[in-house]
């Protein structure tokens, strides 16, 4: 990367017409997370893209979940968003979310192309052939999400999904994650396993099996596969988190300590901030009392 392509927080701020109190917000929802580099933070030329899809989409009022999932694919690149950033427009209703660029217009989420926005029935998309793509089935399966509806639903649209698709990644992560919010943590840890073997390089499908781990007292296990989320992505703070739980369990206080440090190095001032470093002190003070 280029030193052309980092962008500080006062630059962002200006060519985004943002406030510091917006990025610092946006930044602690992990919408547009800032990067960093021997201790400094900055954005690149593709966070530019999100920030300015989070300034339009939230001044719509689409929903933060949905608007996560969309900046999500548009970070796996469905966009190729090599172009510069005024060839692209981001369009809402405030329920669906359209990208364009050169004259045509998709939706992210399913990297459908849609007819014009403005003269659209609301939800009506083209069809680029008939029947229902694996991709489709995992947008419909959003949809059931988004809108609050029954757990099952959204399953049913996952699994279908799968069966076109069965190694697509977001969907046996959504479908795991659905899974283990009902308590069902063994079909949970199947689709998080299914996950790891689509892709053995995702620190979060390695970091959700870590965590159902946890609570099926697997806990060698769980620590194996929560270090493995942090190798992966060592700004992978929820990993780290849980990492460092699962190490007190386990009676590695020194480890634990090693977690909870770089925990607070990520996030100071998040919600977990305070109990993150009450466990640090609490593991100091074990290594005091049997030195």
């Not at 703070?237 to 634990?256: M, Q, R, Y």
Request: hydrophobic share 35%; net charge negative; with cysteine.
């Amino acid at each position: 990367m280029g030193t052309t392509d980092r962008f500080t927080r006062d630059e962002v701020q200006r060519i985004l017409e943002l406030t510091p109190k917006q990025l610092d917000y946006w930044d602690r929802l992990r919408l547009v997370p800032s990067r960093k580099e021997q201790g400094t933070r900055f954005y690149d030329f593709r966070d530019l893209i999100g920030l300015r899809t989070v300034k339009q989409l939230t001044e719509n009022g689409v929903p933060a979940n949905r608007l996560r999932r969309a900046l999500t694919a548009l970070r796996n690149g469905i966009l190729h968003a090599h172009a510069s950033l005024t060839e692209l427009r981001v369009h809402s209703d405030g329920r669906d979310v359209i990208v364009e660029r050169d004259g045509a217009r998709l939706e992210p989420l399913s990297g459908q192309f849609v007819m014009n926005f403005d003269t659209r029935e609301l939800g009506e998309k083209v069809r680029i052939i008939s029947g229902r793509t694996a991709d489709e089935w995992f947008a419909a399966a959003l949809d059931c999400e988004m809108e609050n509806r029954a757990a099952h639903e959204a399953i049913n649209a996952y699994e279908h999904a799968l069966r076109i698709d069965p190694r697509k990644l977001e969907a046996l992560i959504n479908c795991g994650t659905l899974y283990y919010e009902q308590g069902n943590l063994e079909k949970a840890l199947d689709y998080f396993q299914r996950a790891i073997e689509s892709d053995p390089h995702s620190s979060l499908s390695h970091s959700n099996l870590g965590s159902v781990l946890e609570e099926l007292d697997r806990l060698e296990e769980a620590r194996e596969h929560l270090r493995l989320a942090v190798h992966l992505d060592q700004e992978h703070f929820d990993a780290l988190f849980n990492l460092a739980l699962v190490c007190e369990k386990l009676g590695a206080h020194a480890e634990a300590r090693q977690h909870w440090q770089e925990y607070l190095k990520l996030d100071p001032s998040g919600p977990w901030s305070d109990y993150a470093r009450q466990r640090l002190i609490t593991t100091r003070s074990f290594r005091s009392a049997h030195s």
